[in-house]
């Protein structure tokens, strides 16, 4: 254990001679640079938070308050009284005393000011009538363009921090029940015949006028007083107290611009991306990532971002919990069952580029084989959460398990060295498949399921993540991959020979390998081994690439494109199931403080009477169309609704939480969470960034991500609008279920997209005839 030894910086005995003191210098002077790194970053939190706590005024202003206040005190003699009743409390009459009056005076004056500004900032931000206005039309209201105004005025800063805005988001409103209670009842019509919808209206009135109204007053007081009344049982609830395991139910995966292949070299592909990863984490530890704004104005919330790096998952009996380290210097490297600690930070700064690529060559060159247990421990994250904790608490509390157990959970994140390629060919579909499969659920054992995420990369140079859900939701991982692909492009890191430009400046630290005793552990590893190789056999995943139309036409076609695909979905699902199903979009709340999701129900009265005039033959085109534009229309709103926090299941949750703690039994909220969504559906969104431009870098798209199947009958699909003419869905199902076939639906939904267009260009040859 020579590691061990080594980190032995100092040491003493008593001996008959007197004391003996040991230490090692080295280890002394890594302990002094790492003592000053953090007082720095902890003295840089301190001012940034100082900065955050006054936006949007500028810390100069206070200065200016202060010439102010000295004018005054000398130039007014009645001032002169205001400096005077603070100067009777001060120990001195000096001339200095004098100015430290002006001083105190001034802050008082300069902190009314920003709280002021802040709570009026506060007060625009929660107007929501500019969602459903068009953008820089005729319809805008006058009162949305003085909220324009004045939002852009008090937010003027040029380069605010990423959580300058954080003091300034309302939060999250909650509905009243009697709204919910008519949303609901809207959704579930389409779904239900008559005698089942008038029994669900008997439910919810019983509901609404009994135990609801003792359920939203417990409810009230919560959203009342903490800064989100969703995100905390949300986290816990629906992620943490889960006992199903993390592989294809919980973790999600993203994957490569698989229009672009930098380098086709391994260690040279992993060293960059790790070091766009470190120069990410410093933007977030700075604060120097710009926050994103909503059409430039309106900020979303970037608590989520705190928890990408150094985060871990841990598992407990009953309940998780999620753990997140203030700083980490290194990250671990998995390859060829073999894991290794790989220190990220040397001479006070973070390694670059080509001295990474040093230590991945220095991996994938090691021939040492793993030790007995450890090529498929991982698998114990991906198993039965409560299986795990036992088994943790058992075998991993101490020694050596402990020691290396630690330095993955405290890693910035986890890299796997894959010993296979990610292909992608445009003449065979399977490719891009097995490519998602891989990044979904590898081998079931070589990929850490609890860290916040990990980065995966092909033996052909190719890469792809798996994230854990719980810490944050797939847009805060999208901006992330989105940073890295778009600057991945811009930097040019590579020479002609696909390995990293640049020459080592010095020699980077050695990657250090993991030690491990867990033969007393193989039977746990193996057993959840076997259910995470069940769960991954059971996947059947389609990657569909769209490229006969995109977002280009949509437009054209005057709806929303997320509406539009939603409306393909239902009649594909329809054509693919022969009825109609609850179906799940999610949708963001980060227009509200530490807000989340929720969930909009695209399955409605209107899109269903769409997707019938389709399969009717007796129904005319304009009709059709009519129909088309209405269904859309509703759908936008029902999202609109939701990011404003008028949605339905949050709430609905909520009150469930309220009941259980209450322990008090509703027929109602019983039935409809136990309701299956058989299509869910989510957008992965890009477009995050400042870098973002595709006429600039048009193949600097990632082909998205997805998920595994919500219910165990239904389909998963996740699509992202990659371009003017491009459109990629990820389609997850369950081999076992009878119902589902994931390739047959993808069929399904080029059918429904290519029958959308053929109706909208007869609609217009129509139109144009009797026009003429």
């Known amino acids: 254990?020579?590691?061990?030894?080594?980190?032995?910086?100092?040491?003493?005995?008593?001996?008959?001679?007197?004391?003996?003191?040991?230490?090692?210098?080295?280890?002394?002077?890594?302990?002094?640079?790492?003592?000053?790194?953090?007082?720095?970053?902890?003295?840089?939190?301190?001012?940034?938070?100082?900065?955050?706590?006054?936006?949007?005024?500028?810390?100069?202003?206070?200065?200016?308050?202060?010439?102010?206040?000295l004018a005054l005190r000398y130039g007014n003699n009645s001032f002169v009284k205001c400096t005077d009743v603070i100067l009777q409390y001060l120990p001195g009459t000096s001339f200095i005393w004098h100015l430290v009056s002006c001083f105190i005076l001034s802050?008082?004056?300069?902190?009314?000011?920003?709280y002021i500004i802040r709570y009026t900032f506060k007060l625009l931000l929660m107007y929501k009538g500019w969602m459903y206005e068009s953008r820089g039309g005729k319809k805008v209201s006058l009162t949305t363009k003085l909220w324009s105004i004045g939002v852009k005025l008090l937010s003027?800063?040029?380069?605010?921090?990423?959580?300058?805005?954080?003091?300034?988001?309302?939060?999250?409103?909650?509905?009243?029940?009697?709204?919910?209670?008519?949303?609901?009842?809207?959704?579930?019509?389409?779904?239900?015949?008559?005698?089942?919808?008038?029994?669900?209206?008997?439910?919810?009135?019983?509901?609404?006028?009994?135990?609801?109204?003792?359920?939203?007053?417990?409810?009230?007081?919560?959203?009342?007083?903490?800064?989100?009344?969703?995100?905390?049982?949300?986290?816990?609830?629906?992620?943490?107290?889960?006992?199903?395991?993390?592989?294809?139910?919980?973790?999600f995966y993203g994957t490569d611009a698989i229009m672009l292949h930098s380098t086709s070299i391994q260690s040279a592909r992993a060293a960059m991306i790790i070091w766009q990863c470190l120069q990410y984490r410093r933007l977030i530890e700075r604060q120097e990532l710009e926050p994103i704004r909503v059409q430039g104005m309106v900020p979303l919330c970037s608590w989520q971002y705190e928890r990408i790096f150094n985060t871990t998952r841990v598992p407990g009996a009953v309940s998780d919990k999620i753990v997140h380290y203030n700083d980490s210097r290194h990250i671990v490297v998995y390859h060829a069952g073999r894991y290794f600690k790989v220190i990220i930070y040397s001479q006070n700064r973070i390694l670059h580029p080509c001295e990474i690529e040093v230590q991945i060559q220095s991996i994938l060159k090691n021939t040492d084989k793993p030790y007995v247990g450890e090529e498929k421990v991982a698998a114990l994250t991906a198993a039965d959460r409560t299986h795990w904790a036992n088994t943790r608490t058992k075998f991993f509390f101490k020694g050596i398990n402990r020691q290396s157990l630690d330095a993955i959970e405290k890693a910035a994140f986890v890299v796997v060295l894959d010993e296979v390629p990610y292909e992608y060919d445009p003449e065979n579909s399977k490719k891009l498949d097995?490519?998602?499969?891989?990044?979904?659920?590898?081998?079931?054992?070589?990929?850490?399921?609890?860290?916040?995420?990990?980065?995966?990369?092909?033996?052909?140079?190719?890469?792809?993540?798996?994230?854990?859900?719980?810490?944050?939701?797939?847009?805060?991982?999208?901006?992330?991959?989105?940073?890295?692909?778009?600057?991945?492009?811009?930097?040019?890191?590579?020479?002609?020979?696909?390995?990293?430009?640049?020459?080592?400046?010095?020699?980077?630290?050695?990657?250090?390998?993991?030690?491990?005793?867990?033969?007393?552990?193989?039977?746990?590893?193996?057993?959840?081994?076997?259910?995470?190789?069940?769960?991954?056999?059971?996947v059947d995943l389609r990657i569909?690439?769209?490229?006969?139309?995109?977002?280009?036409f949509m437009k054209t076609a005057r709806v929303s494109p997320d509406a539009f695909i939603q409306m393909a979905l239902q009649l594909a699902y329809y054509r693919d199931a022969g009825k109609f199903s609850l179906t799940y979009e999610a949708s963001m709340t980060r227009l509200f403080r530490e807000g989340r999701t929720e969930t909009v129900r695209p399955c409605t009265l209107q899109s269903s009477a769409w997707v019938k005039s389709m399969l009717d033959p007796n129904i005319s085109l304009n009709e059709r169309i009519t129909l088309l534009r209405e269904a859309c229309a509703t759908h936008q709103r029902g999202y609109q609704d939701a990011m404003c926090g008028k949605g339905i299941d949050r709430h609905l949750?909520?009150?469930?939480?309220?009941?259980?703690?209450?322990?008090?039994?509703?027929?109602?909220?019983?039935?409809?969470?136990?309701?299956?969504?058989?299509?869910?559906?989510?957008?992965?969104?890009?477009?995050?960034?400042?870098?973002?431009?595709?006429?600039k870098f048009p193949n600097c798209i990632s082909a998205g991500g997805g998920f595994g199947p919500v219910a165990n009958d239904g389909y998963g699909v996740s699509y992202i609008i990659a371009g003017e003419n491009l459109i990629f869905f990820h389609i997850s199902s369950k081999k076992s279920s009878p119902h589902t076939d994931s390739?047959?639906?993808?069929?399904?939904?080029?059918?429904?997209?290519?029958?959308?267009k053929t109706l909208y260009e007869d609609w217009e040859k129509s139109t144009k005839k009797l026009s003429s």
């Not at 569909?544 to 280009?552: I, Q």
């Open 1 to 69: 254990m020579a590691e061990a030894h080594s980190a032995v910086a100092f040491s003493f005995s008593i001996t008959h001679e007197g004391w003996d003191v040991n230490f090692d210098r080295e280890v002394l002077h890594l302990v002094w640079a790492s003592g000053i790194r953090s007082w720095k970053k902890r003295l840089a939190r301190f001012k940034n938070n100082v900065r955050n706590g006054i936006f949007p005024a500028p810390l100069q202003s206070l200065w200016a308050m202060m010439g102010i206040v």
């Open 107 to 114: 802050l008082v004056f300069w902190l009314i000011l920003i």
């Open 156 to 251: 003027s800063k040029s380069k605010p921090l990423l959580y300058s805005y954080q003091g300034s988001l309302p939060k999250l409103p909650l509905p009243a029940v009697k709204d919910t209670m008519k949303r609901y009842l809207n959704s579930v019509r389409p779904l239900m015949n008559d005698t089942e919808y008038e029994s669900m209206v008997k439910l919810a009135n019983e509901f609404e006028n009994g135990i609801a109204v003792k359920l939203q007053r417990y409810l009230w007081l919560k959203s009342w007083w903490s800064s989100n009344y969703v995100s905390d049982w949300w986290e816990e609830y629906v992620y943490l107290r889960s006992r199903t395991p993390l592989i294809v139910n919980s973790n």
């Open 434 to 538: 097995e490519f998602g499969r891989i990044l979904m659920t590898g081998k079931g054992y070589d990929r850490w399921f609890d860290k916040s995420f990990t980065l995966c990369i092909g033996s052909n140079g190719r890469v792809g993540f798996n994230a854990e859900h719980s810490w944050a939701d797939a847009a805060v991982m999208s901006h992330l991959w989105e940073f890295i692909i778009f600057n991945e492009a811009a930097y040019s890191g590579y020479q002609e020979n696909g390995h990293v430009k640049g020459v080592p400046e010095i020699e980077p630290p050695k990657p250090i390998r993991l030690q491990w005793n867990l033969e007393p552990v193989l039977e746990a590893i193996e057993k959840s081994y076997e259910v995470s190789l069940e769960l991954l056999n059971d």
């Open 544 to 552: 569909l690439v769209f490229n006969t139309y995109g977002k280009g």
């Open 653 to 695: 949750f909520c009150l469930y939480v309220v009941s259980k703690y209450l322990e008090v039994e509703s027929p109602f909220l019983n039935q409809v969470l136990s309701e299956p969504w058989r299509l869910s559906t989510s957008q992965t969104p890009h477009g995050q960034t400042t870098q973002f431009d595709l006429k």
């Open 743 to 756: 390739n047959r639906f993808a069929v399904r939904i080029t059918e429904a997209l290519n029958d959308m």
